[in-house]
């Protein structure tokens, strides 16, 4: 139901912008989030939207990460600046109402130095 796309092989420095669309109605969402999961890593959260506008990142994207979302388009979006090589991972969309979960299937990010 979240489709995810966006990701790709870029080098330091430079930019990407992922999406996650939602194909289906979700009602009664409480919040949006975007999380990643490098090789042989556990998956961790990067950022959060709640419906109210309220945004966290963690400290190892904060000022280099955006997390946005266009609820006309039912879209979610992680804009990702100033890429480095310890970003290189499999990302996430993640959306949450008060009963259950949805995620989306992944995009690769891979950042060359």
């Known amino acids: 139901q979240l489709q995810a796309s966006g990701g790709g092989l870029v080098q330091a420095g430079e930019s990407l912008r992922l999406s996650c669309t939602a194909t289906g109605g979700i009602n009664g969402i409480w919040a949006r989030r975007w999380y990643r999961q490098a090789p042989g890593k556990e998956r961790e959260?990067?950022?959060?939207?709640?419906?109210?506008?309220?945004?966290n990142y963690a400290d190892s994207v904060k000022g280099r990460f955006t997390i946005s979302r266009d609820s006309a388009k039912k879209t979610l979006y992680l804009q990702m600046n100033s890429l480095e090589p310890e970003d290189t991972a499999v990302y996430y969309c993640?959306?949450?109402?008060?009963?259950?979960?949805?995620w989306g299937q992944g995009t690769l990010v891979t950042v060359s130095s």
């Open positions: 993640n959306i949450n109402t008060k009963y259950k979960h949805y």
């Open positions: 959260w990067v950022a959060t939207i709640v419906t109210n506008g309220m945004i």
